[in-house]
């Protein structure tokens, strides 16, 4: 595991079970402009630099039928996050949260979530825009995004 800063203050830090409960096939990789988590932007209006998901074979069979979608929902691994701090102290908030009540990529499991533009196609590799992983994160899953049923307008956040 990477050397990671001492936590800020307010912040705890759990220890993490010995095993795991579940394994992942990574199915393939996202490369961006980041070279890393640093450098990646903590917006998402700043998520602007096209990217591109590379999907490995055998699994880019699953890319079949997805030409016209404009907007993918891309799940990704943070690998390069810690796992183990369970309350936070964001240097833009007045006071520490759960990590349950943040995006912060430092959770239990880091999985990334975004939804990103398609910009185009080509075999196995799709480029996008809107994401915000270092370059060589692993990718997880693609699923369309369709906004008939993932957008919630009437959704609300505490101030």
Not at 119 to 142: K, M, S, V, Y
Request: proline residues 12%; aromatic residues 6%; glycine residues 6%.
């Amino acid at each position: 595991m990477p050397a990671f800063k001492p936590p800020r203050p307010g912040e705890v830090v759990i220890e993490l079970p010995e095993t795991a409960d579940i394994s992942l096939h990574f199915i393939g990789r996202i490369r961006s402009a980041y070279a890393t988590p640093a450098d990646c932007p903590k917006n998402t209006r700043e998520r602007n630099e096209p990217a591109v998901i590379e999907v490995d074979p055998p699994y880019d069979q699953g890319l079949a039928g997805i030409d016209g979608f404009s907007h993918l929902i891309a799940l990704y691994w943070l690998d390069r996050s810690r796992r183990d701090v369970i309350v936070q102290h964001p240097s833009h908030k007045s006071a520490p949260a759960g990590v349950f009540a943040l995006r912060s990529p430092v959770r239990p499991n880091p999985i990334g979530l975004a939804v990103v533009e398609v910009l185009r196609r080509e075999g196995n590799r799709i480029t996008i825009r809107a994401i915000d992983c270092a370059d060589g994160t692993p990718l997880i899953d693609l699923k369309p995004y369709l906004a008939s049923s993932d957008s919630v307008p009437s959704a609300t956040r505490p101030d």
